[in-house]
């Protein structure tokens, strides 16, 4: 009897030792893609889930998470501490553990450096995020690459960028989140056609997501039914009226969106609290078909 106790202590203090045994934790890597399409090297913070490098063979669900104008591809962790809401939702079970990448598209120089995730006179960006972003994510890290395990987000620019995207790739994503999204732009007739901030506004005016609704056939809104809609505006956010613009006309062609709009502006304080709603809306519609 007394053997059988003692065997049973060492059973359960084993089990105690695997059981306390931590995952390694989540961690940013920030690796550089070569883009021949760009002509340059672009910067992309990675964040890789806890116990990422102790999963062989497990694939994850993947996130671009966008930036806005004037901000890098370090803005969503040193600005909107994202590490720290992934690591919280995930701990939590309200996110799956997933790959989120966050690639360079801008620079604080607006004027005078590129900004924007299109294709424009001299910097085909689009181009490079298909082309050459995604495939080279995909090879290099444990990722599921389908439309199925596979959304993109963003904030103002990048929020915009994440609508277009999803529009124009619907087969891509399974859900898009737009948090105060560059929807639509006016600017001057009469600007310095060489001043980077026009022609970034100019080429979010001909990429209208607002437009491209109102304008599609009804093949292209049955893609655009694909995917997973969200948006969400502060209700003091100088591009509210867009983001209520865009969500009309897709009230209006049958594409069903999510909306919200909360107390707030056009501050990372709002994008903060949006990301904790983001991430599992995109965990939530991984592996959904439609």
């Known amino acids: 009897m007394k053997k059988s106790l003692i065997i049973l202590v060492l059973l359960f203090a084993v089990a105690t030792v695997a059981w306390a045994q931590p995952l390694r934790n989540s961690e940013i890597r920030t690796e550089t893609v070569h883009s021949e399409i760009l002509g340059e090297d672009v910067l992309v913070n990675v964040y890789?889930?806890?116990?990422y490098d102790q999963s062989a063979s497990q694939l994850y669900p993947s996130v671009?998470?966008?930036h806005g104008l004037t901000d890098t591809y370090t803005a969503w962790q040193e600005r909107g501490q994202m590490k720290n809401v992934a690591d919280q939702l995930i701990?939590?079970?309200e996110a799956a553990r997933?790959?989120?990448i966050m690639p360079n598209a801008g620079d604080p120089d607006f004027h005078h450096k590129w900004n924007g995730y299109f294709n424009m006179p001299g910097r085909?960006?689009?181009d490079f995020f298909f082309g050459e972003l995604i495939p080279t994510m995909e090879s290099r890290f444990k990722i599921q690459g389908d439309k199925q395990h596979r959304a993109v987000m963003g904030l103002s620019m990048g929020g915009g960028g994440c609508t277009v995207y999803s529009q124009r790739h619907p087969d891509m994503f399974s859900s898009c989140y737009a948090m105060s999204a560059w929807l639509d732009s006016t600017y001057p007739q009469d600007a310095d056609p060489e001043d980077k901030y026009i022609i970034v506004a100019k080429s979010v005016h001909e990429h209208s997501a607002i437009d491209f609704v109102a304008n599609a056939d009804e093949a292209t809104l049955a893609k655009l039914r694909t995917v997973k809609w969200f948006i969400d505006c502060g209700d003091d956010d100088y591009l509210l009226d867009v983001s209520l613009k865009?969500?009309?006309e897709m009230r209006k062609h049958n594409v069903r969106t999510e909306l919200r709009v909360r107390d707030g502006w056009h501050f990372w304080e709002y994008w903060h609290q949006a990301l904790r709603l983001a991430l599992p809306f995109a965990t939530r519609n991984f592996?959904?078909?439609e």
């Open 64 to 66: 671009y998470l966008l």
């Open 124 to 126: 085909r960006y689009e």
């Open 98 to 100: 997933m790959i989120i």
């Open 48 to 51: 890789l889930p806890v116990g």
């Open 91 to 93: 701990a939590a079970e």
């Open 246 to 248: 865009f969500y009309q």
């Open 287 to 289: 592996g959904t078909k």
